[in-house]
């Protein structure tokens, strides 16, 4: 099995690019399926547009995975773990830096670690359901938090391919976007947006950088097909995907019932917050977040 996992801020993109790559022939996209066990109690809707309960494919999932019933945070994954601000601080240290201590500590139970590393075992064991369900060999999870990323690096089981897309737009943009989405200060929005990245930059760093690709969203929206391909290439596959075919991207994605991409057509750059923002806004973004941005190569 090869396994793509995307990580970025809210906004980057993410559910276009799970979309887009889940038209390799061998690719399913199960969007962010850390929230399966809270998505289904509730019966969201599913990518393909059928209540999450009356949806086939999962009922399939659940049945061949021989998955208990009712639905708990035991046997299924769940939004992480997490305590008050020091263990929380204690437990990041042991997952992005001493996986051999954190190892060690999962031993002992209601540890942090203990939960979390069952929470990222149920993770894997529905994404493998999943392939088996669908037949794919190509899964592509949209979970995006860079902490369920490493925790379920550490817990992979032996023989899949693994590969980390870090998704990355202008904060400008981003920020704008939180702006006019949930009426976020600027301060609050650019702060958020550089945390995320950070977070992700140390993770990166305490992994070698090895099996991650970053990747701007504004390149992903100017060369879709050639950003897909290097994506498909470095996990091993050659294939090269057609955009006439995005109406095809049908899925069964959580959360994945995106109404924004109901009807995509065209891939187009959205740039409103050149024109939006205020000198003033854009100097708060500057002295936030700005030499993060430069770093990405924004200026
Ligand atoms: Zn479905």
Known sequence: MKYIFITCHGHSGSTLLSKLLSLHPEGLNVGEVKHFAAYYAKNDPCGCGLALQSCPFWASVLENGHFPTPLSEESFPVEGVRRHIWANYFYFLTLFSWPGLYRWLSQFPFTL?????RNAQN???LIQ?????SGKSLIIDKSMAISRYQEIL???PEGVDFLLVHLVRDGRANMYS?????AQAP???AAKWRKTNRKIETAKYFSSNQNILELRYEDLIANPEQVC?????QIGLNYEVQLDDLSLAFDHSIGGNDDKLVGYQKIRLDQRWEDQLSEEELAIFKKTAGKLNKKYGYH
Request: proline fraction near 0%.
């Open 113 to 117: 670690q203990a939960i979390n590393r």
């Open 123 to 125: 993770h894997w064991k």
């Open 129 to 133: 359901a999943t392939s088996v369900a």
């Open 154 to 156: 550490l817990t992979r």
């Open 178 to 182: 939180y702006m006019k989405r949930f």
């Open 187 to 189: 301060e609050k929005a």
């Open 229 to 233: 391909q290097d994506i498909f290439s």
